[in-house]
């Protein structure tokens, strides 16, 4: 059973940064897909960005791409979300998110494809 802790999480102003990080135990880490996902008031949980087991290719939403990294340190058992240039929009409980098996690239962003879920962090920006 993979558990899932996430930490960094917290408020900034418009314009600044957050780093979350996501530490994995209970599994082989370097064969875990994984992802970030968040859900703002009253939405739907939606894809962040997502990090592939082998290669490390990364996947993004649209509304993050240019201002958001996610990053993986196999030795660690960890996974990052650098976010930069932030946006009242961007207010949301961020979730960690893995799983074991390959999925296709049209996949990545679906919350059922990931069958391991941390307890999420709130980040709140102010503009």
């Known amino acids: 059973q993979v558990q899932l802790v996430e930490s960094g999480g917290g408020s900034a102003q418009a314009g600044g940064s957050l780093r979350l990080s996501c530490a994995a135990s209970?599994?082989?880490?370097?064969?875990?897909?994984m992802g970030w996902f968040r859900q703002g008031p009253g939405k739907e949980r939606q894809f962040v960005a997502a990090?592939?087991?082998?290669?490390?290719?990364?996947y993004y939403a649209d509304s993050v791409k240019g201002r958001f990294t996610i990053s993986r340190d196999n030795a660690k058992n960890t996974v990052s979300l650098q976010m930069d240039s932030l946006k009242s929009e961007d207010t949301a409980v961020y979730y960690c998110?893995?799983?074991?098996?390959?999925?296709?690239?049209?996949?990545?962003?679906?919350?059922?494809?990931?069958?391991?879920w941390g307890q999420g962090t709130q980040v709140t920006v102010s503009s």
């Open positions: 990090i592939s087991r082998n290669n490390g290719n990364t």
């Open positions: 998110a893995a799983d074991r098996r390959w999925v296709a690239v049209t996949r990545v962003a679906v919350t059922t494809e990931y069958e391991y």
């Open positions: 209970g599994g082989t880490f370097s064969v875990l897909r």
